[in-house]
């Protein structure tokens, strides 16, 4: 599992057509976390360094990861199965960046370099659902939304019991 900064120079790797594999602790993606219900899981990767028919370096890779994240339904935990593809090149600014085909995402990166963990936590950030959710007609989440249904008071209620009281005042006063 890899820890730390994991600083590697794409052009060099591409030459020789590298391929990494890795997994990286959920725990340690900081900004991946605030997303998530827990910090337990791992998210593996592997990339390959290659150059494309224009010689531009690409990155392309796959990530898998199980995590847990909340639904936004039920207000439940459930385990999100996640799996990505991307494809990005690494680019020294955003001149570089416009020129790049839409095929691919630009990677700014600082003296040839590339945090490959900083990549990875940004494309597992990109993966992620916009709003978790269990599937459509799942179990856990009509359970939890019929207790709730059941259980949640009704704000006018007050309202009407006023208007009981005072009608059977009215009654009352005849």
């Known amino acids: 599992m890899s820890t730390g900064t994991s600083v590697v120079e794409p052009f060099k790797l591409a030459k020789r057509g590298a391929e990494l ?15 998530l219900a827990t910090d337990q899981g791992v998210v593996s990767y592997s990339v390959a360094f290659v150059f494309d028919a224009e ?21 439940q935990s459930f385990e999100q199965d996640l799996q990505a593809d991307f494809a990005c090149s690494p680019v020294q600014n955003d001149i570089e960046a416009k020129d790049l085909p839409s095929d691919y995402e630009p ?6 370099k590339l ?13 992620q659902p916009i709003v978790p959710k269990h599937q459509l007609g799942s179990q856990e989440c009509i359970e939890i939304a019929s207790t709730t249904v059941e259980n949640k008071h009704n704000p006018f209620d007050v309202l009407q019991n ?13």
Do not use: P
């Not at 010689?55 to 207000?75: M, T």
């Not at 990677?107 to 040839?112: K, P, S």
């Not at 945090?115 to 993966?127: G, M, P, R, S, T």
């Open 55 to 75: 010689q531009r370096c690409v990155v392309k890779g796959k990530l898998q990861a199980v995590f847990s994240v909340i639904c936004d339904r039920c207000s």
């Open 107 to 112: 990677v700014i990166i600082a003296d040839g």
């Open 21 to 35: 594999e890795g997994s990286i602790a959920i725990s340690s993606l900081e900004r991946a976390r605030q997303f």
């Open 162 to 174: 006023l208007k009981l009281k005072k009608t059977g005042q009215e009654a009352g006063d005849k």
């Open 115 to 127: 945090d490959l963990n900083q990549l990875i936590e940004d494309e597992f950030i990109l993966a």
